[in-house]
């Protein structure tokens, strides 16, 4: 099969206009007038709301390509993503009426294609009028207040029509590739490779089945060598992030005509077994045999403007993930099905994925055209997308069933809504699963408990989403209340950069409850939650820049007390993803790297507390007592217990230390203990009591070392910030040597780097430090107009 890339002599135009301009395809409207410097950039300050406006418009795109004419039995028009109503014209014919992004579209043009040049024209209709009109047709079908009435409506990603942390932007245009493919009329358009394990996974069988045949199969292994038939001894397995390595076999299928090559389909997959175990209302990855640990964050798209992304974009992002120790990460059902470069990443960087189909906060009309739509959509990026190694489950939809479940989005006033619901993520999902995807595992929403309505977000059974810490106003200390069997969504705001906010604002507009400001910031009244829970943690901070820091020590903060708590309790909890890990446009969002691909405390914070072996300390009575400042220094009991996580395939055997020390970093009372750590469990500590200690003035380190190494420490207060009487640190820092050297006369907490353009990517940052120094490792950014700052800075 030959193909060819219709990527070149593009032009588009607002219907309407005369006036045509140069395109770009794969691209988008807004890509294209940006380029064209008719739009403004859509970021910028209020700019979103003339973007908008500008969505009411059609838009024509035209095309010019040559073509030879052949002896091909078959030609194929194929468009891998069409965003989103669309006429499609070949030489003048219409070919067809495009209504689904995230399908594969194809029309037989072999008839209708000319020698020379040929016209390919496409003619977009405005997604917002589109919603509009459908709306007035059926107002009961409905979503999220967060976005525009009518989103439901309409077969494409439904973050572009706004969401609690993005823009009203609902780009249009030919957003993936399009290929004329020619030869003969049989083709590879269904392969499947299953994997057969013996049962101590010393052997596997592929088998692989395809849509026409004859076929010739070969394999190579990871280090290119030439494997001989389908059964592959002692192979080498694919194991998540801090596991294992993630070798992977290219396998490739060769379609054959009378000994002629006609078709050719390569793929490489990673070797494993990879299911989910829902036994006595558990949740839990399972990874050649191994229950895993999820941890990670929800993946939202990269950008509003699709042609920003691309793969050196998602590397950066998902080295990043790496680097802070991710082993899964769920893309949410909202956005869009990931390309083919994320899931090539995953495979590489030994991530498992949540993948949930692309419902989301909606109720739909099961109609039968609809229903066509979207089992063409999930066949299409099921049989494109199933041959990955990190993919580790489907999911139906995001928060749908417990939402239908109360009649929420129009299920209260139409019974039929509630019917659709279940035929469609219980009956049709399922069963297409069956036949195209048999050996994943099959979840119908998150949060839920298996489907049918049973008390899907129950905090005891399945996945769960839990937002009492945030939007119920609720104290950290709220997460310990509960032992989650697998967190999927939790989360907590945060401001991004300075230098980020700068790319949207004027100075004059660097308020939080500035109109720039709260434009983009898409969640209601979350400034103010922010500094309302700034108030109870640190002292009101003395500038803009120092309440940024502030914020993201906030955000770090709550996601550390929730996840620490959980991993304490692996076995009965068996994963925390945290909402979010990325933004689509600069914002304050729950993200913890924002869209120019700055880290937040957060992500700092992640490499800590998602590392394999890791050391954390259950306060127990402290932190209510910072609420009641006048309670006396004797009636809090001060007592700490220390756990060890073990998310490890071995024993670990080292020395766990903690001291009682003074706002100046000196010991007062200290104490070490050998521990043994068996494989993939959590060993708790004595519980200390610590009578003397002064609530404001005392504080506890701990570390856990092997051979003399730290692996992982940290430490804790027994009141909040804002009453600790911290002692100015002095704190310094310098290039020296490659690195950066950081030291401090006292007690720092959450130290902070920047340099002037606040790129700066560290071995760690946002760290404490006990007075003395540190050494820490540049992995990108120059050490130009150094600064360094800690809780102490707060004031």
């Known amino acids: 099969m030959k193909k060819l890339d219709i ?11 005369d006036k045509w301009y140069p395109a770009t395809v794969p691209g988008s409207v807004y890509n294209d007038l940006i380029n064209a410097e008719v739009l403004d950039d859509p970021y910028w300050r209020d700019n979103e709301l003339r973007s908008l406006e500008l969505m009411k418009n059609d838009f024509e795109y035209i ?6 004419e052949t002896n091909d039995e078959e030609v194929i028009l194929q468009f891998n993503g069409i965003d989103t109503i669309a006429d499609v014209y070949l030489n003048d014919k219409l070919l067809g009426y495009a209504d689904n992004m995230h399908r594969t579209w194809e029309y037989e043009v072999k008839d209708i294609l000319i020698s020379g040049n040929n016209k390919l024209r496409v003619y977009f209709h405005s997604p917002t009028e589109y919603i509009a009109h459908k709306y007035k047709e059926d107002p009961l079908i409905l979503g999220t207040e967060d976005a525009m009435r009518g989103f439901p409506h309409i077969r494409k990603a439904h973050y572009m029509f706004g969401w609690d942390w993005g823009p009203r932007l609902p780009d249009a245009g030919i957003w993936r590739d399009v290929n004329l493919l020619s030869g003969a009329k049989k083709r590879l358009t269904n392969v499947y ?4 394990f013996n049962d101590d996974l010393s052997s596997v069988e592929l088998s692989i089945k395809t849509n026409e045949g004859p076929v010739k199969i070969s394999i190579k292994d990871p280090d290119g060598q030439l494997i001989e038939g389908t059964t592959i001894s002692n192979p080498k397995l694919w194991w998540p992030n801090n596991l294992g390595g993630q070798p992977l076999y290219t396998v490739t299928v060769d379609l054959t005509d009378n000994g002629r090559i006609i078709d050719t389909y390569t793929r490489r997959i990673g070797l494993r077994t990879l299911s989910v175990s829902t036994e006595g209302g558990e949740f839990a990855h399972v990874v050649n045999g191994i229950k895993i640990f999820a941890m990670g964050a929800d993946y939202i798209p990269e950008d509003n403007i699709l042609p920003r992304m691309n793969r050196e974009r998602t590397r950066e992002l998902l080295s990043k993930c790496k680097a802070a120790n991710f082993n899964a990460i769920r893309v949410w059902g909202g956005g869009l099905y990931p390309s083919d470069d994320f899931y090539d990443l995953c495979d590489e960087m030994g991530f498992i994925v949540w993948q949930d189909f692309c419902f989301a906060c909606a109720n739909y009309r099961l109609t039968p055209g609809f229903e066509e739509s979207i089992l063409a959509e999930i066949r299409d990026n099921v049989r494109r997308l199933r041959h990955h190694a990190s993919l580790g489950l489907w999911c139906g939809n995001n928060e749908m069933e417990q939402f239908v479940d109360v009649g929420e989005w129009g299920a209260h006033e139409d019974p039929k809504i509630r019917e659709d619901y ?39 059974r399945g996945d769960v989403h839990y937002w009492e810490v945030w939007h119920g106003n609720k104290p950290f ?5 509960y032992r989650f069997r697998y967190l999927s969504e939790f989360g907590f705001q945060s401001f991004p950069s300075l230098k980020t906010i700068e790319t949207f604002t004027i100075p004059e507009d660097r308020n939080v409850f500035s109109y720039v400001m709260e434009k983009h910031q898409r969640n209601a009244s979350a400034n103010g939650k922010i500094m309302n829970y700034l108030e109870q943690t640190f002292l009101y901070p003395n500038d803009f820049g120092t309440l940024i820091y502030a914020s993201q020590l906030l955000q770090a903060e709550a996601i550390k007390y ?27 969002s729950w993200s913890s790297i924002d869209y120019y691909g700055r880290l937040k405390a957060l992500h700092y914070y992640a490499r800590r507390f998602f590392a394999p072996v890791m050391i954390s300390c259950e306060e127990e009575g402290l932190l209510t007592h910072s609420l009641n400042i006048n309670a006396e220094n004797n009636d809090v009991r001060r007592a700490v217990r220390l756990n060890v996580v073990n998310d490890t395939l071995s024993t670990r055997e080292g020395t766990v230390r903690w001291q009682l020390r003074d706002a100046s970093g000196a010991v007062l009372q200290e104490h070490e203990q050998e521990v043994s750590v ?15 200690a002064d609530l404001y003035a005392n504080y506890v380190s701990y570390s856990y070392e092997e051979s003399g190494e730290v692996i992982s420490e940290g430490t804790v207060l ?72 800690s809780v102490y800075s707060i004031r």
């Open 7 to 17: 990527t070149i002599n593009w032009k588009m135009r607002i219907m309407g206009q």
């Open 63 to 68: 095309g010019v390509f040559e073509y030879e």
């Open 193 to 196: 490779i299953r994997q057969q």
């Open 422 to 460: 279940l035929k469609m993520y219980e009956d049709l999902f399922p069963k297409l699963l069956k036949e195209e995807d048999p050996d994943r595992f099959y979840w119908p929403a998150s949060p839920s408990c298996g489907g049918g309505f049973d008390n899907p977000n129950d905090p005891d």
């Open 477 to 481: 200390t709220e997460y310990r209340k």
């Open 562 to 588: 929730g996840v620490e708590h959980l991993r304490r309790n692996r076995g009965r909890c068996m994963g925390a993803v945290y909402w979010q890990l990325n933004d689509c446009w600069p914002v304050a």
């Open 678 to 692: 068996p494989a993939m469990t959590a060993l708790w500590l004595n519980t200390v009591e610590l009578p003397g």
């Open 718 to 789: 027994f009141c909040q910030p804002k009453f600790f009487k911290f002692e100015d640190p002095c704190l310094e820092v310098k290039f020296e040597g490659g690195e950066l050297l950081v030291s401090a006369r006292a007690y720092a907490k959450s130290i902070c780097i920047q340099n002037q353009n606040d790129d700066l990517i560290l071995s760690d940052n946002y760290f404490d430090l006990n007075g003395g120094s540190r050494r820490v490792k540049i992995i990108s950014g120059e050490p130009q107009g150094l600064t360094v700052k």
